[in-house]
């Protein structure tokens, strides 16, 4: 069985920084999936954050992410981190990790947004106060 499990989230002050672990047991076997970061912002549609493959270890990061977060993989954890850092308040946020059976480069299924994914976690609230 498959699941997806999101921790790390909190509240924290601009400038602050949050590791997110998204533990993805099931996802790291034979099959390739993307692992995607969502986040859901208060009267926001949900927008992808960043992704990773498991199989070809793809990474990609949205534009306005790239530089202060970091997305990395312990396969032997069958973990997903999403490190973030220089948070601003405009970050604030539910996160969610995803997961598309996919093969190829992640960045397509995080183009493909969050009605591709088949796999949800329950979300972890990140907090960014100013």
């Known amino acids: 069985e498959v699941q997806l499990m999101e921790s790390g989230g909190g509240s924290v002050q601009a400038g602050g920084s949050l590791r997110l672990s998204c533990a993805a047991s099931g996802f790291f076997g034979a099959n390739d999936y993307s692992i995607v970061w969502f986040r859901q912002a208060p009267g926001k549609e949900r927008e992808g954050v960043s992704c990773?493959?498991?199989?070809?270890?793809?990474?990609y990061y949205m534009t306005s992410e790239e530089g202060r977060f970091t997305i990395s993989t312990d396969r032997a954890k069958e973990t997903v981190y999403l490190q973030m850092n220089s948070l601003q308040p405009e970050d604030t946020a539910m996160y969610y990790c995803a997961a598309a059976f996919y093969r190829g480069h992640c960045s397509g299924a995080l183009a493909a947004g969050d009605g591709a994914m088949d796999y949800w976690g329950k979300g972890t609230l990140v907090t960014v106060s100013s």
């Open positions: 990773t493959g498991t199989g070809d270890g793809s990474i």
